[in-house]
């Protein structure tokens, strides 16, 4: 199982960046999970979206950011809005089995090797 996140880079505090998660698996028999790493914090919990298309946020991004899966193209999208300098840090994919809403970074079985977004003016 292979999951390849793409699409960081430098951006302006309020701009917007689009980041792409490949996967080599079947994504609509799993979960997908977005997650982010600061430098010299825990990775933390971004976004979610279920089986059936249902998403679920982090308040710290909720209104800002939007998670979609495009089962045919087994790819997952993360749109970053309004970004802030806060919103800096490495961010993953990830992928579980698991039933019902997770957000655990331990209950996802499958990671990508992640992008660096940097928000900087």
């Known amino acids: 199982v292979q999951l390849q996140a793409f699409g960081g880079g430098l951006v302006q505090p309020g701009g917007s960046l689009r980041l792409s998660c490949a996967a080599s698996i079947r994504t609509f028999t799993y979960r997908m999970g977005w997650f982010r790493q600061a430098p010299g914090k825990d990775r933390e919990f971004v976004a979610t979206?279920?089986?059936?298309?249902?998403?679920y946020y982090a308040d710290s991004v909720k209104g800002r950011f939007t998670v979609s899966r495009d089962n045919a193209e087994n790819t997952v999208y993360l749109q970053m809005n309004s970004l802030k300098p806060e919103d800096t840090a490495v961010y993953y994919c990830?992928?579980?089995?698991?039933?019902?809403?997770?957000?655990?970074?331990?209950?996802?079985?499958?990671w990508g090797q992640g992008t660096l977004v940097t928000v900087s003016s």
């Open positions: 990830a992928a579980t089995a698991s039933l019902g809403l997770v957000t655990a970074t331990e209950r996802y079985a499958y």
């Open positions: 979206i279920s089986k059936n298309f249902a998403p």
